[in-house]
């Protein structure tokens, strides 16, 4: 099976932008989620989505959003973009809902430089 | 805040040697997970051990758990070059089953 994939690789924009990061799960899986992963704060949860619904929400500001498509693809979005945004972004998706027996599969991210 | 937190932050070995890594949390866990990052890339899930088993091996790796301590190991035996990378335990957190990760100890083994 392929693995999960992320595009882009690799986004430069600047402040005040916003930026939409696409995620394609393993086939099969049915739960993505995402993650911050930045020096400072290390890895840190987004949100994850199950069957089209966002299931769980980490601790973060209303600028990052995200949704799922019916293929179980998803799509995160941040507006007004901030320097402090500058981060590898992480998808993980896994067959189920994240639970007890859960294990996840990341892909390579997307790193987000904002100038 | 964080739930797990690995010991050490960095450890620099030779290869053939092997290496181990801790990770201490904070609250009642049902899994622990340990995943490999290498650099700026996504992670890799090694090993998932849940609370009610104190050992798992996974080729060269050997993960323990200790509840009673709130601690887990990885031990990776006889290490090689290509070990080079981050380790982080991810446990659940907050009665939900999101993993926290820690910040991770970044091994390099040198040839």
């Known amino acids: 099976k392929a693995g999960v994939t992320q595009t882009p690789r690799y986004l430069i924009k600047t402040r005040g932008q916003q930026v939409t990061l696409s995620c394609s799960p393993i086939s099969g899986h049915r739960s993505v989620s995402w993650y911050q992963q930045t020096p400072g704060q290390g890895l840190q949860f987004l949100f994850e989505?199950?069957?089209?619904?966002?299931?769980n929400k980490g601790n973060f500001p209303g600028r990052f959003s995200g949704r799922q498509f019916s293929n179980s693809r998803s799509e995160m979005n941040v507006s007004t973009l901030e320097l402090g945004d500058s981060a590898l972004y992480l998808c993980?998706?896994?067959?189920?809902?994240?639970?007890?027996?859960?294990?996840?599969?990341f892909g390579p991210g997307t790193r987000l430089l904002v100038l | 805040s964080q739930q797990g937190e690995e010991d050490p932050q960095a450890l620099s070995i030779q290869e053939g040697e092997n290496a181990t890594m801790n990770c201490s949390y904070k609250t009642s866990i049902n899994n622990l997970q340990w995943y490999r990052q290498n650099s700026g890339r996504g992670l890799v899930h090694l090993i998932l051990?849940?609370?009610?088993?104190r050992e798992k091996h996974s080729g060269r790796l050997r993960v323990t758990l200790d509840t009673s301590k709130k601690s887990s190991s990885l031990l990776i035996t006889a290490s090689r070059a290509a070990d080079t990378a981050s380790y982080f335990c991810?446990?659940?957190?907050?009665?939900?089953?999101?993993?926290?990760f820690g910040r991770g100890t970044s091994l390099i083994v040198h040839p």
């Open positions: 989505y199950f069957s089209e619904t966002q299931r």
């Open positions: 991810a446990t659940p957190s907050g009665g939900s089953y999101i993993p926290t």
């Open positions: 051990i849940r609370s009610n088993e």
């Open positions: 993980a998706s896994s067959w189920d809902a994240l639970g007890a027996r859960e294990t996840q599969y």
